[in-house]
């Protein structure tokens, strides 16, 4: 629960906040869009592949962690938490899609969420402003991300973090349309696009 929930959530809403140059978690929380996206993922597609335990549901663990992510006065910044996803996707998040996709189950807000990360990697703010390196593999990731740019399948291409997942034709599809949506229109065109279908 901690890992997919807490852990995959704060991978979901710092992406979208670094790409909108928002500073803190808190702040990423108030911006309606990225607080919708976190609940409508965990809710629609992660929940389902984590287990209650005692005294606790998985939807009542995502509004305890929502609660905690939005307190300003817990100061974590978006840098941070955005810091080695190639560690904290493949580590939180790739393991449900994989589930997912193996039970037959609706991906597509996390690919969304893959295409916010590639969209990140590219190393721009949609001010303008740079993105610090921010990983290990950093160059490798910003290089995939620039060809993904053009040709979104590059990204999933990465078989050092997606392994096999690229193969799968339905979340490959899904991950295409939101990474050109959101070079097209924007990060936040995007997930409103998300939250209304």
């Known amino acids: 629960m901690k890992i997919r929930i807490l852990n995959g959530g704060h991978q979901i809403i710092a992406d979208p906040g670094e790409i909108l140059g928002i500073e803190t978690i808190s702040e990423c929380m108030a911006h309606p869009q990225i607080d919708a996206l976190l609940r409508k993922v965990v809710l629609d597609e992660i929940a389902p592949h984590v287990d209650a335990v005692p005294g606790m ?20 910044t978006t840098r941070r938490v955005a810091f080695d996803g190639a560690s904290r996707h ?14 037959g189950n609706n991906v597509d807000g996390l690919a ?42 590059a990204w999933l291409d990465q078989r050092q973090l997606y392994g096999d997942l690229g193969d799968d034709a339905g979340f490959a599809e899904s991950f295409d349309r939101w990474l050109r949506e959101i070079w097209a229109n924007g990060t936040e065109a995007a997930i409103a696009r998300y939250l209304n279908h």
């Open 90 to 103: 493949t580590g939180f998040l790739l393991p449900v899609v994989r589930e997912a996709l193996e039970q």
């Open 112 to 153: 969304l969420t893959q295409a916010l990360w590639a969209r990140m990697c590219a190393g721009t703010r949609e001010d303008g402003s740079t993105i610090e390196p921010n990983d290990p593999i950093w160059t490798d990731l910003c290089d995939a991300a620039t060809r993904a740019k053009e040709v979104p399948q």
């Open 57 to 76: 549901t998985p939807e009542q663990y995502l509004d305890l962690i929502a609660s905690r992510f939005s307190n300003p006065r817990i100061v974590d």
